[in-house]
Nanobody, 113 residues
Framework: QVQLVESGGGLVQAGGSLRLSCTAS??????MGWYRQAPGNQRELVAT???????NYADSVKGRFTISRDNAKNMMYLQMNSLKPEDTAVYYC?????????WGQGPQVTVSS
């Protein structure tokens, strides 16, 4: 069974840092990404990374967040620096295989002002 298991998240003050990790089982996905959903908002793309390391970021996180992956460990990371209260959301690890999307459980990230 394909699973995406996340770790990290928590509560941090504005300006602080957090790192999220996502471990994929059984499949090495060509592209993986992080999404987030704040209360009352739609889920939005944060960043993606391909198996070759090409990255893409939402404008709102460029220069502050860094997405990376370790293909040998089948893991993906999101380093979040200079966090802002508006970054508060549930963050989801995402990947698709044969058009089937898979999601992690979604750790909460809360940034206090």
């Amino acid at each position: 069974q394909v699973q995406l298991v996340e770790s990290g998240g928590g509560l941090v003050q504005a300006g602080g840092s957090l790192r999220l990790s996502c471990t994929a089982s059984r499949i090495i996905f060509s592209t993986m990404g992080w999404y987030r959903q704040a209360p009352g908002n739609q889920r939005e793309l944060v960043a993606t990374v391909t198996i070759t390391g090409s990255t893409n970021y939402a404008d709102s996180v460029k220069g502050r967040f860094t997405i990376s992956r370790d293909n040998a460990k089948n893991m993906m990371y999101l380093q979040m620096n200079s966090l802002k209260p508006e970054d508060t959301a549930v963050y989801y690890c995402n990947a698709s295989f044969r058009s089937v999307p898979y999601w992690g459980q979604g750790p909460q990230v809360t940034v206090s002002s």
